[in-house]
């Protein structure tokens, strides 16, 4: 088993930044790809980036393509989204999962109870 836990959530302004962290405990992530999804108000949760278990490979969905940047560090255990340029509408609870390579969330196997990051305009 995987116990993921998410920080870093928080209120910043538009325009502002977040660094998220997800630390991982019980069985090591190494061997999985892991992803962050966020889910807003009344929505579906959507993927947001996904980094491959070797740290060579990530993909980002265009809404967040060229201000979120995904990393990891294996020996933490620990995953991150660095987030930049915030928008109002980047709003929503954040988590982070383990799984396969894919965008799509029923293809993962752990996830974290998620961490609220709020964008004021």
């Known amino acids: 088993q995987v116990q993921l836990v998410e920080s870093g959530g928080g209120l910043v302004q538009t325009g502002g930044s977040l660094r998220l962290s997800c630390a991982a405990s019980g069985r090591t992530v190494g061997s999985y790809h892991m992803a962050w999804f966020r889910q807003a108000p009344a929505k579906e949760r959507e993927f947001v980036a996904i980094?491959?278990?070797?740290?060579?490979?990530?993909l980002y969905s265009d809404s967040v393509r060229g201000r979120f940047t995904i990393s990891r560090d294996n020996a933490k255990n620990t995953v991150y989204l660095q987030m930049n340029s915030l928008k109002p509408e980047d709003t929503a609870v954040y988590y982070c999962?383990?799984?396969?390579?894919?965008?799509?969330?029923?293809?993962?196997?752990?996830w974290g109870p998620g961490t609220q990051v709020t964008v004021s305009s």
């Open positions: 980094i491959s278990w070797s740290d060579t490979r990530t």
């Open positions: 999962a383990a799984g396969v390579w894919t965008t799509r969330k029923d293809n993962y196997f752990f």
